[in-house]
């Protein structure tokens, strides 16, 4: 990450623990994450791997059971209840899978995405235009007056995507915001959302199992484990202009872990001591001859 660029997301070492009944559930281990403003980042991994919930962490709409997360100026373990209602209605937004956790079916497009900035006092005036504005950006202003019943899967996202901006906040955050979409239609939602990042300036966090997500991520995070494995990085190649080539990267946290990917594990047998050596183009792991 660029020094001069501002970090929006800064967590470090957090961990979340679900008590159930007398059994403790870890499903944060100490994860380590900066995200830079203005970054479209993917987050991906297996079902149980912690994504969802570093989400709802970072949406206020759970809170973490030790370490560190701060948004902007805000420290997010340190919130009273009335200080973390408005960061959820104005510096954060947040798109959910189904397009009815997003939309009001009474309301048509234009009124639902002025209903959040009427939630904090908006005037009538400056709420239709910008409202209208967002939904032109999203190409939606002919449908404007239109219902969700009367819009397809990917016109509801953006919808939704337009509502969530609608108070202009820095950060956007959705959760598997194609999981019930097409292909195609998925494809168009995650260019809207890029677009949205590059044109708007906008943060975008979007946690997801779709791999056509590096397409349009600016990085790909994978978690496994409750911890991040490995990042995918897109890079400019200087070869066509807009053309980019990715390059996946293991990650050491501040703490010094190492997350090795489980096939790796399983291909070597790779389990308790291994011997470390340090060399001019890298660092070798040995691992001990095992005994018959």
């Known amino acids: ?10 967590c470090q070492d957090l961990f ?11 499903v944060l281990r100490g994860l380590d994450l900066d995200v830079p403003a203005g970054e479209f980042l993917g987050i991906v991994g297996a079902s149980g791997s912690g994504k969802t919930t570093l989400l709802n962490i970072l949406a206020g709409l759970d809170t973490p059971s030790a370490g560190q997360v701060r948004v902007g100026g805000r420290d997010l373990l340190d919130m009273g209840e009335k200080e973390r209602v ?3 209605r104005r510096e954060v937004g947040f798109v959910w899978q189904s397009p009815s956790r997003n939309l009001l079916g009474y309301l048509n497009a234009l009124e ?9 006092g908006v005037g009538s005036s400056q709420r239709k235009q910008r409202a209208g504005e967002l939904l032109g ?4 202003a002919e449908k404007s007056r239109r219902t969700p019943s009367q819009l397809s899967g990917g016109e509801q996202q953006r919808v939704a995507i337009a509502t969530a901006l609608a108070n202009n906040p820095p950060l956007l955050l959705a959760d598997e915001p194609t999981g019930e979409l097409d292909t195609r239609t998925a ?7 890029q677009k949205l990042c590059k044109t708007l300036g906008v943060t975008v966090v979007v946690v997801t199992h779709y791999q056509g ?5 600016d990085r790909v995070v994978h978690m496994r484990d409750g911890r991040i494995e490995s990042e995918t990085v897109a890079e400019a190649t200087y070869q066509r ?10 990650v050491v946290d501040r703490a010094g872990r190492l997350q090795l990917p489980q096939e790796s594990l399983d291909h070597l047998g790779l389990e308790g001591r291994v011997q470390m050596e340090e060399q001019k183009d890298g660092v070798v792991l040995r691992i001990p001859r095992r005994k018959a």
């Open 1 to 10: 990450m660029d020094g001069s660029t501002k970090t929006l997301i800064h």
């Open 16 to 26: 979340k623990i679900y008590k159930q009944a007398e059994l403790e559930v870890v």
């Open 86 to 88: 408005d960061y959820r």
């Open 112 to 120: 639902n995405v002025e209903m959040p900035m009427a939630v904090v």
């Open 137 to 140: 950006i999203l190409g939606m």
């Open 187 to 193: 494809d168009e939602v995650l260019g809207w959302l």
């Open 213 to 217: 997500i590096s397409r349009f991520a």
């Open 241 to 250: 202009e807009g053309q980019v080539q990715t390059e996946e990267y293991l």
